[in-house]
């Protein structure tokens, strides 16, 4: 069988977001950088929402200036997804949220321990409460946000701040005068896909 050839970009993308993975606490201790990863095919798939935050390449990222622009190159080569297509989400959402797989289906790798993405909002966006099995890592890369989960206080978090949402606690993200991006990892159920939370799950 013929040997998977993976993405100049993504190869960048994949040392920057190992390197940042395992010297930031949080997500050196959510879970180790995975030594299992197979490359996949992957097809590029080009949505509205990539543009959108192609136009935002100069959000304030600190420290983690290199992994922003890494995700930024990787953009061409990706499959951007529509977490929420079949929802009552609406297209306005779907036209400005913008991901994309890592590591994990869609993405350049795959690996039983750890899935990876890109999450970006632009400003003014609310990304309503939704939840999922697995448990997931926030690290904000560039930019900043409101993060709300359900039953504690929000925090805002910039570049180098960091999120923990449990097994299927409701968790909701507002932007504010910035966009956001964020490295976004999961453990465990991996491979089911959020759900919308329903109101009267919320407290
Ligand atoms: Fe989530």
């Not at 992994?67 to 080569?77: H, N, V």
């Not at 966006?125 to 939840?131: A, D, K, P, V």
């Not at 997931?136 to 923990?164: D, H, I, K, T």
Request: net charge negative; glycine share 6%.
């Amino acid at each position: 069988m013929a040997a998977v050839r993976t993405s100049t970009a993504f190869n960048t993308l994949l040392d920057e977001v190992r390197r940042v993975h395992e010297a930031h606490p949080a997500t050196r201790d959510f879970c180790a950088f995975p030594d299992d990863l197979q490359p996949q095919e992957m097809a590029a798939l080009h949505r509205p929402c990539a543009d959108v935050m192609l136009a935002e390449a100069e959000m304030e990222a600190g420290d983690y200036t290199a992994l922003r622009d890494a995700m930024f190159a990787a953009s061409s080569d990706a499959l951007w997804r529509e977490t929420y297509a079949g929802t009552e989400i609406g297209r306005d959402f779907m036209d400005r949220f913008a991901c994309y797989c890592i590591i994990g289906s869609g993405g350049q790798w795959s690996s039983a321990t750890m899935s990876a993405y890109l999450v970006y909002m632009p400003a003014g966006f609310w990304y309503t409460w939704h939840h999922h099995p697995a448990e997931e890592m926030y690290l904000v890369v560039a930019g900043q946000g409101e993060f709300l989960r359900n039953g504690l206080p929000s925090e805002v978090l910039g570049p180098g701040g960091a999120v923990f949402h449990e097994s299927n606690q409701p968790h909701a993200l507002q932007t504010h005068d910035h966009p956001v991006l964020a490295y976004v990892i999961w453990r465990n159920n991996l491979g089911i896909k959020p759900v919308l939370t329903p109101p009267e799950m919320l407290s």
